[in-house]
């Protein structure tokens, strides 16, 4: 009873592995979209890797030799008629649909080329960024896709980085992806503490077969940067607004985010134009801050000048391990509001003789956000007289406001004499001070019209006489050429 028992279960097998060995060797092949072709007498077409050639037209049995090569190798030949179909592997198949061998000047057959239907393995590899700083959680997806036009079974996907990864698996498996479909596996790694910048590549594997066991495989990578561990952070925090007669604050914050202790760290920072130190003699600080340590420095500024201002950055500088590196802070902006004023003073006349009259202008424009209560004062040189005009303004100057005055004056000496600038006083409502503006300033050079040397002195002080015998006489009558040119270009202009 055993023995039958036994021989029932061996047929069972049996009959379970023929089973199988139908079902599997019965799937219908899948063709793609068919081309049709016409071929003369010795003529070749390339299709899906195979050549196929037509020669020897027999016209009394109406057929044609149909070969098929595959690199420098028949792998089939048959004598089709009309209807005729010839495959290799069914991997490719023939049907002859017509041919004509009458004239054997002209012997031609249309053929009807399938190739079978294949998938197509393709990786993609994407990160959230290209570049991660310490204790960052890479993000990788990594996308499978079928671009070919039949399913692919049984993908294997591996995946790999150097990088520890939050989930531990870096193999997947997929039973099939039908053609243009794709699956997605999305990967996070931690990144490492690290001493210097390091390159690490994702890379990724995948295989797959189709219905006839052929294996398709693809591949892909990307390359992600690390940066070393920021042995040093700093911040820098500034008043963001506030009114030209009030106070800034600057406050500056170091920290240690390192693993090893950090000596001698030199802080450095600057005053920002358009403002004055309040308090303090200096912006350079010398520390050393253990792992986690952090230390803060704080100083105020007073405004000179109103306007949107951008902020230094503070910087620190230190050396680990032999490398010296210097990390700098971010760079705050601060709209310090008020009035601007901005006064120009100009002449046309630079060079002129002893009692001619020169014309000074001044012009104040106020180009901050607040209007300004002004008072300009002008103040003459020593030799120079007031022929005419105001030496003063006293104005409210709104914002983009521009006044003017002027003034005719004369130079009494010969030699050079220095305009000083003129001074601005002004106030805005709401302030509890005065503020200060100065404008540019020029120079008026005055030479003898007669081109003769004169002894040019100023009261109580000679001016030494030049060295070199007959300089005196060059200078002077170069001067006059120029006085006389400026003149009679004045007088054309009018």
Avoid at 26 to 34: F, L, N
Avoid at 339 to 361: C, F, H, L, M, Y
Avoid at 392 to 398: A, H
Wanted: glycine letters at 6%; one cysteine or more.
């Amino acid at each position: 009873m055993a023995k039958k028992v036994n021989y029932f279960i061996i047929v069972l097998l049996l009959l379970l592995l023929l089973f199988t060995a139908i079902i599997a060797g019965g799937e219908e092949v899948r063709w793609e979209t068919s081309s049709n072709h016409t071929l003369h007498q010795g003529e070749m077409i390339s299709k899906g890797g195979f050549v196929v050639s037509a020669f020897d037209f027999d016209t009394r049995s109406d057929t044609v030799s149909i070969t098929i090569f595959k690199g420098n190798t028949t792998v089939s030949q048959d004598v089709l008629g009309a209807g005729g179909m010839s495959t290799y592997n069914d991997d490719i198949k023939i049907i002859v649909r017509e041919l004509w061998g009458g004239d054997r000047k002209d012997q031609w057959v249309k053929i009807e080329v399938f190739l079978r239907k294949r998938p197509g393995l393709a990786i993609s590899i994407s990160t959230d960024k290209n570049e991660y700083k310490p204790q960052n959680t890479v993000s990788a997806t990594v996308t499978v896709r079928n671009n070919g036009n039949d399913k692919i079974q049984r993908v294997e996907l591996n995946i790999d980085s150097g990088l520890e990864s939050v989930y531990q698996n870096s193999r997947y498996y997929f039973g099939e992806i039908q053609n243009g479909k794709s699956e997605k596996i999305i990967m996070e790694y931690r990144v490492p503490l690290l001493s210097e910048s390091k390159y690490f590549t994702i890379t990724a594997n995948a295989s797959g077969i189709d219905w006839k066991n052929v294996t398709y495989t693809a591949s892909a990578s990307k390359k992600i940067t690390v940066l070393p561990v920021q042995y040093l952070e700093i911040k820098k925090m500034f008043t963001d607004s506030l009114f030209l007669h009030e106070t800034a604050s600057a406050y500056i914050k170091i920290r240690n985010t390192g693993i090893v202790d950090l000596k001698s760290i030199q802080v450095t920072d600057e005053i920002p134009a358009g403002f004055e130190l309040k308090n303090g003699t200096g912006l350079k600080w010398n520390l050393s801050l253990k792992p986690g340590e952090e230390t803060s420095y704080f100083y105020l500024l007073k405004p000179v000048y109103s306007g949107n201002l951008s902020v230094p950055a503070a910087a620190a500088e230190f050396t680990v391990n032999g490398t010296n590196y210097i990390v700098e802070s971010n760079r705050p902006h601060v709209l310090v509001r008020g009035p601007r004023p901005v006064i120009t003073k100009t002449t046309k006349s630079s060079v002129v003789a002893p009692g001619d009259e020169i014309n000074v202008a001044i012009s104040v424009k106020n180009e901050g956000d607040l209007p300004a209560i002004i008072s300009i004062t002008e103040t003459l040189p020593q030799g120079v007289s007031l022929v005419k005009g105001k030496l003063s303004l006293n104005q409210v100057l709104n914002r983009s406001e521009i006044q003017t005055f002027d003034y005719t004056v004369t130079v009494n000496n010969f030699g050079k004499t220095d305009f000083p600038p003129a001074t601005a006083e002004f106030t805005y409502s709401g302030a509890d001070r005065n503020f200060t503006a100065l404008s540019n300033i020029f120079s008026v050079l005055a030479v003898n019209s007669s081109g003769n040397s004169p002894e040019v002195t100023s009261p109580g002080t000679p001016i030494p006489a030049a060295s070199t015998p007959g300089f005196e006489s060059l200078i002077a009558a170069i001067a006059f050429m120029l006085l006389c040119f400026i003149k009679r270009r004045s007088r054309t202009s009018q």
